[in-house]
Structures are given as structure tokens and as C-alpha cells.
């Protein structure tokens, strides 16, 4: 599998210069134009990186919106990774696979008093169609068997285990509670009780 490689600054969280390494890939499964970004040369320079493999998502990680903590999440992980070294998986997998514009129509139904989840599932799809076989060729490319995986979601490091990718420590994300913001803290109780992501509600990070 080929990569290309360009190195860029990029302005994130509280508007640091960040450094970091972009990386495209050749012949992957869905034909998406997925990236890595390689923070402190974490793919050469350490034996078992930190990896975030995190889902698209325009409204959250662009605009901020008040339905998840997407982009609160990104800024976090892209901050630590600058401290300590790291590889982000940016994959193009919105609304967790269904695509922008049917987000954007569960958001209509978010707003007659539906979870995300129920949204999704009146629109016909299931709660999360989002598949990361792809991710795992990226660490394949990049060779990368033993990895610390941050996340919150039990199905991204099961993924990575089913496909022998070895996860040596799971680092969890805050709890982005943004205050005066209805539905917010639902939404991330809905993703603990329905989802069963791994996530403390009182682990909150303030903005």
C-alpha cells in the first residue's frame, strides 16, 4: 500500500501551531480518502504509539455543534498526542457511517425528542454502520501491530483486536459536558446506556 507523506502546521484546540505529518493511502477497501496525522514522528520513533481512530464528523468537529462532543474530542486528542507523540486516524465516516445529509434529517427527529440511536434506526439504519477494517490496514501500512488505543468505544478496539492488531492500553477521553447546552449531557448518556461506551460522566473537562 503506498502513502504520501507532507508535513503541516495545523491550528487546533486553544489556536496552537501544532506540528504534525499527514499520510494518504493507496488501494484502501471502501475508496474513501481516509488520513493519518503523525504526531512527534510516533510511527518510527516509538515502539507502541498512542492511536485515535476518529470518525468524521462536519458538524461537531468544524462547526462545534451542540449535539455531540465530536470536535471537543479531536482538540483533546490532537493536544495530548502534540505532548506525548501519536497517530490520529481522521476516517470519512459520518454520522457514524449513514452520511452528512441523513445526520443532519436525524437531526430533525433528534429534535421531536428522539436519541441519536432512535433517530437513525427511524431512518432505516442501524445504530452504527461505521467499519474500520480500512483503520487497521492504515496500521498495517504504517506497521504497526502493538498500539495504545484512546477511546471510549468498545467497538473500535475490538475491531483492532479481531484483526490481530494488538491494543496494550485503552486511554479514555473526558466527558464534554458543555454547560447551558440542552441535550448535551443526554447525548453522552444515551452513547454509555445504549452504546456502551466506556465513558465517565464525571470525568468532565472543562472548555
Do not use: W
Not at 75 to 81: H, K, T
Not at 152 to 176: E, F, R
Amino acid at each position: 500500500m503506498a502513502q504520501v507523506r507532507a508535513r503541516v502546521q495545523l491550528k487546533v484546540g486553544r489556536n496552537s501551531d501544532i506540528p504534525a505529518e499527514i499520510i494518504s493511502f493507496t488501494d484502501l477497501k471502501d475508496g474513501k480518502e481516509h488520513i493519518a496525522m503523525v504526531f512527534n514522528n510516533a510511527d518510527t520513533e516509538q515502539d507502541v504509539p498512542l492511536i485515535r481512530m476518529h470518525s468524521e464528523c462536519l458538524t461537531g468537529d468544524v462547526f462545534y455543534s451542540s449535539r455531540c462532543d465530536c470536535g471537543e474530542q479531536l482538540n483533546e486528542c490532537i493536544e495530548m498526542m502534540h505532548e506525548q507523540g501519536g497517530i490520529l486516524l481522521y476516517l470519512r465516516q459520518e454520522g457514524r457511517g449513514i452520511g452528512l445529509y441523513n445526520k443532519i434529517d436525524a437531526y430533525v427527529l433528534q429534535s421531536q425528542g428522539m436519541n441519536t440511536y432512535e433517530a437513525n434506526n427511524h431512518l432505516g439504519f442501524a445504530d452504527d454502520l461505521r467499519d474500520f477494517s480500512d483503520a487497521v490496514l492504515m496500521l498495517n501500512a504504517l506497521n504497526l501491530s502493538h498500539v495504545k488505543l484512546m477511546t471510549n468505544n468498545p467497538k473500535k478496539l475490538n475491531a483492532l483486536k479481531d484483526a490481530g492488531i494488538n491494543v496494550d492500553s485503552v486511554v479514555g477521553t473526558h466527558a464534554h459536558i458543555k454547560a447551558g447546552v440542552a441535550g448535551n449531557k443526554s447525548y453522552l448518556e444515551t452513547k454509555i446506556k445504549h452504546g456502551a461506551h466506556m465513558l465517565d460522566i464525571k470525568k468532565i473537562k472543562k472548555p
